[in-house]
């Protein structure tokens, strides 16, 4: 499989704008040096408007065609935020930040939508207008909400919206795509428990947060093991548990923390009413005052059925009929590129990284190898979304 040769000339560069962005890591939405960089670029590609602080610290891109004006535009996202993870490559160009890296591809989806807008601005081969989005805090600080709350979606008059992100073993030159619930929801808790603490040896003088507490990480489980349709997908992970200090105190307090996934709103909701039930009842029975925080993050990204088939349409024509995969299981983890695909339709794809580390790994690098294949389909979406 091969690239156009317009394609092809602009791989070098793109290389070189996702190892200098490797090589310079920002978190969530502290993004000067990273936002500051894309801007410059998309004006170097002649785009005829660069916004940025859009969502906070955000970058928009307008492109516009020049043949024809129908009025329409198309989105396209990139994300920009690096990961508090130490980085162990020991590549040329790995983190100058000490505790950072991008160590989930964002670094490459910005040199992918880099190379996209220049080729765009460059060939302007559509009608209507291409805007490129690089998007902050997709890691836990949900800059996709951000930038639609800040009126992306309006300001840019964008009629769909579409993303990809990189799948390690997914081979090189490949992209999948899945109708419907793609990844799940992402809800997060912190529960706070309170007993009487005292002498280990006296138990019976004492409330005990860390025995109900125990107890509520294995009834949680219950959720899914009884309360979920088995052919249904939900996780409930409790991934910390803190209390006392010591051998011989049986602690104050208690404090558990962890998440909740699912694949549907309804479930979402039975998951979370069924966490407030179980909750409440073992701190009754326990007699602990349990304080719970149980915060909604991340919705389930929703590829609709229309777009989705446009997508692979679209990807098989960029990228080769053989070469695209439709038929793929949901992911449980979660992508905050589902609160554009609830503003506006769109799809969300994978484009494979071939056989790296996986993602969040302090191993992990993107393959500058995906470049052209990512550029290859964001162009052809908008050329065709906007044919002439």
């Not at 307008?62 to 989105?75: C, E, F, L, P, Q």
């Not at 009608?127 to 998007?135: D, K, L, N, Y």
Request: glycine fraction near 10%; proline fraction near 5%; hydrophobic fraction near 45%.
């Amino acid at each position: 499989m091969t690239v156009s040769p317009a394609i092809a000339e602009l791989v070098p560069d793109a290389q070189r704008w996702r190892r200098h962005l490797h090589a310079h890591p920002e978190l969530l939405y502290d993004l000067d040096q990273t936002a500051a960089f894309v801007a410059e670029r998309l004006r170097e590609f002649g785009c005829d408007d660069v916004r940025t602080g859009v969502g906070r610290s955000g970058v928009v891109g307008v492109i516009k065609g020049r043949k024809g004006a129908s009025g329409r535009a198309i989105g396209l996202r990139a994300d920009m935020d690096a990961l508090p993870i130490v980085e162990t490559t020991n590549l040329p160009y790995r983190s100058t930040v000490p505790g950072r890296m991008h160590a989930c591809g964002h670094d490459g989806h910005t040199a992918i939508m880099l190379g996209a807008a220049r080729y765009l601005a460059a060939t302007r081969n559509f009608a209507g207008s291409a805007i490129v989005i690089f998007q902050p805090a997709e890691e836990g600080g949900a800059g996709a909400k951000a930038m639609v709350d800040d009126g992306l979606m309006e300001d840019f008059a964008i009629e769909e919206v579409y993303a990809l992100h990189n799948a390690p073993k997914l081979d090189v030159g490949k992209l999948a795509v899945r109708k419907g619930a793609a990844m799940a929801s992402a809800d997060f808790f912190v529960l706070k428990l309170e007993g009487r603490g005292g002498h280990a040896a006296f138990p019976h003088h004492c409330v005990d947060v860390i025995v109900a507490g125990a107890q509520i990480v294995s009834a949680l489980q219950t959720i899914v093991s009884r309360n979920v349709d088995p052919l249904e997908s939900c996780v409930v992970s409790v991934t910390r548990f803190t209390a006392g200090n010591t051998d011989n105190i049986l602690p104050q307090t208690a404090e558990l923390e962890g998440t909740v996934r699912t694949l549907s709103p309804a479930l979402r909701d039975l998951a979370e009413r069924r966490f407030r039930e179980i909750v409440a009842g073992i701190a009754a029975a326990y007699g602990v005052t349990a304080t719970l925080d149980y915060r909604r993050n991340y919705p389930v990204t929703v590829n609709p059925a229309k777009q989705t088939d446009f997508a692979a349409a679209v990807a098989r024509d960029a990228l080769g009929a053989d070469n695209v995969q439709t038929e793929l299981p949901p992911v449980m983890g979660a992508e905050d590129f589902s609160f554009m695909l609830e503003a506006r339709p769109g799809a969300f794809v994978w484009l494979g990284n071939g056989d790296t580390a996986g993602l969040h790994h302090p191993a992990y690098d993107f393959n500058d190898a995906a470049l052209p294949y990512g550029i290859a389909y964001f162009a052809r979406i908008v050329e065709t979304a906007l044919a002439v």
